[in-house]
Nanobody, 125 residues
Framework: QVQVVESGGGLVQPGGSLRLSCAAS????????MGWYRQAPGKQRELVAT????????NYGDSVDGRFTISRDNAENTVYLQMNNLKPEDTAVYYC??????????????????WGQGTQVTVLS
């Protein structure tokens, strides 16, 4: 079983910055993609950014428009999201996701896709 834990959310003024972190742990053999999604009240969960294992390919959601940067530390199984020039519409619960291959008795399929519990980001309006 693979666990994913986010941290770094909080309350910020418009134009401010936050850095989210997400660490994966457990029966990991390899991680293919890590990423961030968010869900605002009354809205569907949407893509923020994802990054592949080689950190050579990053994909951003349309709402990010160059303000966010995703990065990854493969040695630590950790992904970061640097968020700059935050806007009230960025207010949401941010969820981390990781997928890849796992090993051990608690990983019967050899494949995992895990979500974190989410971290709240609130940008004052």
């Amino acid at each position: 079983q693979v666990q994913v834990v986010e941290s770094g959310g909080g309350l910020v003024q418009p134009g401010g910055s936050l850095r989210l972190s997400c660490a994966a742990s457990g029966s990991i053999f390899s991680i293919r993609t890590m990423g961030w999604y968010r869900q605002a009240p009354g809205k569907q969960r949407e893509l923020v950014a994802t990054i592949t294992s080689g950190s050579t390919s990053a994909n951003y959601g349309d709402s990010v428009d160059g303000r966010f940067t995703i990065s990854r530390d493969n040695a630590e199984n950790t992904v970061y999201l640097q968020m700059n020039n935050l806007k009230p519409e960025d207010t949401a619960v941010y969820y981390c996701n990781a997928d890849g291959h796992c090993s051990g008795i608690d990983c019967p399929t050899g494949i995992f896709r895990s979500w974190g519990q989410g971290t709240q980001v609130t940008v004052l309006s």
